[in-house]
């Protein structure tokens, strides 16, 4: 509701909130060696990409282990989220764990398609043991949908029960990893399913650079998968033009720009361990999160805290899961965290 409002605001007064801590953004922007080749391709706007895409899908091919033709780039990941939605809803219903990122679930249910779901674990985590025991006694499933990173809830399901599920699924139903906040784990704790796509399963892997890139406003993110099923969402996206030249020149900069990634993590890492322990220290229990924002229940109605948040120029979000109200505090600065606890403390007394 407050974000509904924030968008009637011209785009100047958004920066009036002290903590913009709503939306995941990365808030230490692009990185600098994105932000130079954002201006040297400011004189190449008048030509389509051609090369850059593929130099973008090789550097990505090389790194994940498939071929440059399983990979479809795309504006953000949402675009293949829809696109998923749309074609993969029409041949059966679509099977996920709530609470989840439901952009894609509202997709599917507004072309009519319908959606199962088994509950979460006690922790909130993804059940990986009921999705695959659903998803091998339903029938004419389309497709099984997991974010792992989860949002709202920040869970992860371990990388070797992730790969296993994938062998023991996809060969039946076709499934969506959305692994729009993995660059958050250590390099060593990431699932590493790109191999199995390049085996042949049937598994797509929709990743975006709006989290730890910083490009939520360049829009740019892709999605690896076999080139048939690329095939079946691309008529329902918006062709990969819809990626300018200068966001791909960009993209390929941050791609290769190690030392930044490590930089955002680390400090995302960081400002969520404070964070985690100041709410704790009041009493307040949040979910361990491995991505860049906390999901903690709360002791006040969902929008009249959201309201005296804003009103403390904290931007954060709410939402009831099984009647409990929760918060969802994106990871900002230190700065701003230390922002979001004092007025936490000021608004629940
Ligand atoms: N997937 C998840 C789980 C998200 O949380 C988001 C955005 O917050 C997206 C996908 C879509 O992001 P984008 O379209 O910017 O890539």
């Not at 650079?209 to 076999?226: C, D, E, N, P, T």
């Not at 300018?244 to 930044?260: C, F």
Request: charged share 20%; glycine share 8%; with cysteine.
């Amino acid at each position: 509701q407050q974000v509904a409002q924030l968008q009637q605001l011209p785009p100047d007064t958004m920066p009036v909130l002290k903590a913009r801590l709503f939306a995941n953004e990365n808030p230490h922007g692009i990185a600098p060696s994105a932000k130079a080749a954002l201006e040297k391709a400011t004189t190449l706007g008048n030509r389509y990409a051609w090369m850059e895409f593929a130099q973008l899908k090789k550097l990505i091919a090389d790194a994940e282990g498939v071929t440059p033709k399983q990979i479809m780039m795309s504006p953000g990941s949402s675009d293949v989220l829809m696109a998923t939605a749309a074609a993969f809803s029409q041949r059966g219903p679509i099977l996920t764990c709530r609470p989840t990122y439901d952009d894609l679930l509202e997709r599917a249910t507004a072309a009519k398609g319908q959606i199962l779901t088994v509950p979460s674990t006690a922790d909130m985590g993804y059940d990986l043991a009921a999705l695959k025991a659903k998803a091998l006694s339903t029938p004419g499933l389309g497709l099984v949908y997991i974010v792992n990173p989860n949002n709202p809830t920040g869970t992860i399901v371990p990388p070797a029960e992730l790969a296993q599920f994938c062998r023991d699924v996809a060969p039946t139903v076709p499934i969506l990893i959305d692994e729009a906040y993995i660059d958050f784990l250590e390099p060593a704790d990431r699932p590493v399913l790109g191999k199995l796509v390049g085996e042949g399963l049937n598994i797509m892997l929709a990743r975006t650079f709006s989290k730890i890139h910083g490009f939520a406003g360049l829009r740019l993110g892709y999605v690896m998968a076999q080139p048939n099923m690329l095939a079946q969402i691309k008529p329902y996206t918006n062709g990969e033009f819809a990626v300018s030249i200068t966001t791909l020149m960009a993209g390929i900069a941050s791609y290769q720009d190690q030392a930044w990634q490590t930089f955002c993590r680390t400090e995302n890492a960081k400002a969520r361990d404070y964070t985690t322990k100041a709410l704790k220290e009041i009493g307040y229990e949040p979910i361990p999160s491995y991505a860049n924002f906390i999901l903690f229940p709360i002791k006040m109605k969902t929008k009249l805290f959201e309201g005296q948040m804003f009103g403390q120029g904290v931007g954060i979000q709410t939402r009831d899961i099984d009647r409990q109200p929760y918060c969802r505090v994106s990871i900002g600065t230190m700065d701003e965290m230390k922002t979001f606890v004092d007025a936490f403390k000021k608004v629940v007394g």
